[in-house]
Structures are given as structure tokens and as C-alpha cells.
């Protein structure tokens, strides 16, 4: 019988809060006028390129932000490029806001003995920030998509989670707010999920994320994830 040794979390809307769209156009739109682009134009331009942003194939965020201005009709510039991705970077610090619970369980489960890992459907900027988020210090092993090649629910990322983390799919716990259908995919290796839903999901979460059918383990906050973890049973 194998037991739980190792937690692996999902970032947005699990260890940050679910945030409206308005929230992550808001700090996008900033970046269109350096570009010479009207802010409607490049964030149409942006949602047309976020599979290939998710997977990383437009490389950097520099050369991203080249051929997305580029597709949408106006070859920027290096300077112009320069302070687009200035103003993209501090932009999306306010995305990485944590939940105000999250560092006090990462913590406690730290203490505990328990192995963390990240799994993020993420675009490039996730990977470039990562060590100067406060988060790095409490993971023993990263799986950026943007870094992979691949999204959720691609059994892929699953895997090199629990081999990054030196233990079986079926040791882990995978907490999740059900984007990417990431439940059902962590799953399928053999981990064990929960699916995180508390008010800020009711009211933010996207079309096909799992909502009442969901049958499994569930919490309202990150706090309820050691209880979770000390009462597991594995049949």
C-alpha cells in the first residue's frame, strides 16, 4: 500500500486567488501601446497565441511578444519591445498574489516531511519570475508547460513531477482548482487529487472547470490540506 509523501500543487487559483478576466486583461493592455497597438488588437492578438504561449514555442517572452505584435501588424522595435516587457513583468507580479493561507501550509507541510512539487499550465513568465516570488525555497521540484512542450492534462507533466520529486505518481496528493482538466489528469497517473473551490472559485471559475459533480476530495482553503493529508486513506 503505498502512503502520501509528496503534495503537488497547481499555481493560479490554487496558491493565488481565482482572479476575474479583468483582472489578467487589465495588466496586459499596458504592453500594447509600446508596441504601437491598440489595446483591443493586442489582446486579441495575445488570446490567439495562448496555446502556443502555454507550450512555450514562441520562446522567450521577448521573442513572444515580437511575433505576436508582429501577426497583429507592426514589427516592433527592440526599444519598443524593451518596455513592453517591462511593463508585462510588473503587471503580472499582481497575478502572483498568494493565497494569504498559502506560505503557512507550504510551511507546515515542509515541517511535516512532505516532498512539493509544482505543476503550472503557465506562459514564460511564471519560469522567469519563479526565484524571486518567495515560493522557490518551499518546492523540492518546478513543471512549467511553458517548459515542457506540452499543457495539462498531458500525463507528461504528471509524471516528471513525481520523478523530479523522486516518488510514485500514486505518493502524491495534487491539489488543484480543476483548470486544464488537471484533476482528471493527475488521476490518471495514479495521484490523488483535490480540488480547491472556495468562494473566489465560485465566482471566477471558467467554463468545463468541475463544479458539483465533483465526487472527490475537496477544500475550501489550503488550510484544510494538512487535515486532508493526516485522515488519507489509500485503498
Same mark, same amino acid.
Given at each position: 500500500?503505498?502512503?502520501?509523501?509528496?503534495?503537488?500543487?497547481?499555481?493560479?487559483?490554487?496558491?493565488?486567488?481565482?482572479?476575474?478576466?479583468?483582472?489578467?486583461?487589465?495588466?496586459?493592455?499596458?504592453?500594447?501601446?509600446?508596441?504601437?497597438?491598440?489595446?483591443?488588437?493586442?489582446?486579441? !492578438?495575445?488570446? &490567439?497565441?495562448? +496555446? #502556443?504561449? $502555454?507550450?512555450?514555442?514562441?520562446?522567450?517572452?521577448?521573442?513572444?511578444? /515580437?511575433? %505576436?505584435?508582429?501577426? !497583429?501588424?507592426? &514589427?516592433?522595435? +527592440? #526599444?519598443? $519591445?524593451?518596455?513592453?516587457?517591462?511593463?508585462?513583468?510588473?503587471?503580472? /507580479?499582481? %497575478?502572483?498574489?498568494?493565497?494569504?493561507? &498559502?506560505?503557512?501550509?507550504?510551511?507546515?507541510?515542509?515541517?511535516?516531511?512532505?516532498?512539493?512539487?509544482?505543476?503550472?499550465?503557465?506562459?514564460?513568465?511564471?519560469?522567469?519570475?519563479?526565484?524571486?516570488?518567495?515560493?522557490?525555497?518551499?518546492?523540492?521540484?518546478?513543471?512549467?508547460?511553458?517548459?515542457?512542450?506540452?499543457?495539462?492534462?498531458?500525463?507528461?507533466?504528471?509524471?516528471?513531477?513525481?520523478?523530479?520529486?523522486?516518488?510514485?505518481?500514486?505518493?502524491?496528493?495534487?491539489?488543484?482548482?480543476?483548470?486544464?482538466?488537471?484533476?482528471?489528469?493527475?488521476?490518471?497517473?495514479?495521484?490523488?487529487?483535490?480540488?480547491?473551490?472556495?468562494?473566489?472559485?465560485?465566482?471566477?471559475?471558467?467554463?468545463?472547470?468541475?463544479?458539483?459533480?465533483?465526487?472527490?476530495?475537496?477544500?475550501?482553503?489550503?488550510?484544510?490540506?494538512?487535515?486532508?493529508?493526516?485522515?488519507?486513506?489509500?485503498?
Amino acid at each position: 500500500m503505498a502512503r502520501i509523501s509528496a503534495v503537488v500543487f497547481d499555481m493560479y487559483g490554487t496558491l493565488t486567488p481565482s482572479w476575474p478576466r479583468d483582472v489578467w486583461d487589465e495588466q496586459k493592455r499596458a504592453c500594447a501601446a509600446p508596441l504601437g497597438l491598440t489595446e483591443s488588437v493586442w489582446l486579441a !492578438a495575445l488570446d &490567439a497565441s495562448w +496555446d #502556443e504561449r $502555454l507550450t512555450g514555442v514562441l520562446g522567450s517572452i521577448t521573442e513572444t511578444f /515580437r511575433t %505576436v505584435a508582429t501577426r !497583429a501588424g507592426n &514589427a516592433p522595435s +527592440d #526599444e519598443q $519591445l524593451a518596455a513592453a516587457v517591462a511593463l508585462r513583468y510588473a503587471g503580472y /507580479r499582481k %497575478v502572483h498574489e498568494l493565497r494569504p493561507d &498559502a506560505l503557512d501550509v507550504l510551511g507546515a507541510l515542509r515541517a511535516d516531511g512532505y516532498k512539493i512539487a509544482l505543476v503550472s499550465d503557465c506562459t514564460p513568465e511564471l519560469a522567469d519570475q519563479w526565484d524571486v516570488l518567495g515560493l522557490a525555497d518551499f518546492f523540492d521540484a518546478t513543471v512549467f508547460s511553458c517548459n515542457e512542450g506540452t499543457r495539462k492534462p498531458d500525463p507528461v507533466l504528471f509524471h516528471a513531477a513525481a520523478e523530479r520529486l523522486g516518488v510514485q505518481p500514486d505518493e502524491c496528493l495534487y491539489v488543484g482548482d480543476g483548470g486544464g482538466d488537471e484533476l482528471a489528469g493527475s488521476a490518471g497517473v495514479g495521484m490523488h487529487p483535490v480540488l480547491l473551490a472556495g468562494a473566489d472559485w465560485t465566482a471566477h471559475h471558467a467554463p468545463g472547470r468541475p463544479t458539483a459533480e465533483w465526487t472527490g476530495h475537496r477544500a475550501e482553503t489550503l488550510s484544510e490540506i494538512p487535515a486532508i493529508l493526516a485522515g488519507y486513506r489509500i485503498d
